[in-house]
């Protein structure tokens, strides 16, 4: 090779190198932003995670009357909250009301399983409800556990409100959060590889935390 071909091929790298150098801090700069945004919207939310006993069913299937229920008879009880701190002091004080609930459709229906309520923090994947998209990460959460907790589980957030079922619904709660956060719940996960990163970044969080680097549920 020349001394020009080399000359040639030496800038070409380069250009490359500068080129690829740009784009990835492009793409760096977006994902750090959409981070701060996904961190965001955990610090301000309060889910409502409910587990099944088991897979069968029978199982499922009383997990989503135990689900109607509980949103029938507390859904205007998060309402009252100004912030995730407020909602999760109502959370607390209305456990037992809560396991009420719940214990009463578990008779009801002939299930002698027991319903167990508690506030904690978990974390999930990204999960695609009706009408948005909540990005993995660790929650607030009310959590209901069924017998065994063995089964599948549903979620949904309860503050703010998006236990609803109809878009019009989900649409004019999401006015709730700033632009930034609606910008990720309305977001299509299958398209955006940022979801699949924050996920990542979230297990692995989780995997430093279990071999004693921080705190793990």
């Known amino acids: 090779m020349d001394n020009t071909a080399k000359s040639n091929h030496s800038l070409s790298f380069w250009v490359l190198t500068v080129t690829?150098?740009?784009?990835?801090?492009?793409?760096?700069?977006?994902?750090?932003?959409?981070?701060?945004?996904?961190?965001?919207?955990?610090?301000?939310?309060?889910?409502?995670?409910?587990?099944?006993?088991?897979?069968s069913p029978e199982d499922q299937a009383v997990k989503l009357l135990v689900r109607d229920e509980l949103l029938a008879r507390t859904g205007e009880l998060f309402n009252s909250a100004s912030s995730l701190d407020?909602?999760?002091?109502?959370?607390?004080?209305?456990?037992?009301?809560?396991?009420?609930?719940?214990?009463?459709?578990?008779?009801?229906?002939?299930?002698?399983?027991?319903?167990?309520?508690?506030?904690?923090?978990?974390?999930?994947?990204?999960?695609?409800?009706?009408?948005?998209?909540?990005?993995?990460?660790?929650y607030h959460a009310l959590q209901i556990t069924l017998g065994e907790g063995e089964g599948h589980n549903w979620w949904c957030v309860l503050y703010p409100p998006l236990c609803v079922g109809a878009?019009?619904?989900i649409e004019e709660e999401l006015t709730s959060f700033t632009d930034g956060e609606r910008q990720v719940l309305e977001a299509e996960p299958e398209y955006e590889i940022r979801f699949f990163l924050v996920e990542a970044a979230g297990r692995i969080?989780?995997?430093?935390?279990?071999?004693?680097?921080g705190k793990a549920e």
Request: proline share 1%; charged share 25%.
């Open 205 to 213: 969080g989780q995997w430093l935390a279990s071999l004693g680097f």
């Open 86 to 138: 407020g909602a999760e002091r109502l959370a607390e004080q209305n456990l037992a009301e809560v396991e009420e609930i719940a214990q009463e459709v578990l008779q009801k229906q002939g299930f002698h399983y027991s319903a167990r309520a508690r506030v904690t923090e978990l974390f999930f994947d990204t999960r695609v409800y009706d009408g948005f998209t909540m990005p993995a990460g660790r």
């Open 167 to 169: 878009a019009s619904e």
């Open 20 to 55: 690829l150098t740009f784009l990835f801090g492009i793409l760096l700069d977006s994902f750090s932003g959409f981070q701060r945004e996904c961190r965001a919207l955990q610090e301000d939310v309060l889910r409502l995670h409910i587990l099944a006993n088991s897979d």
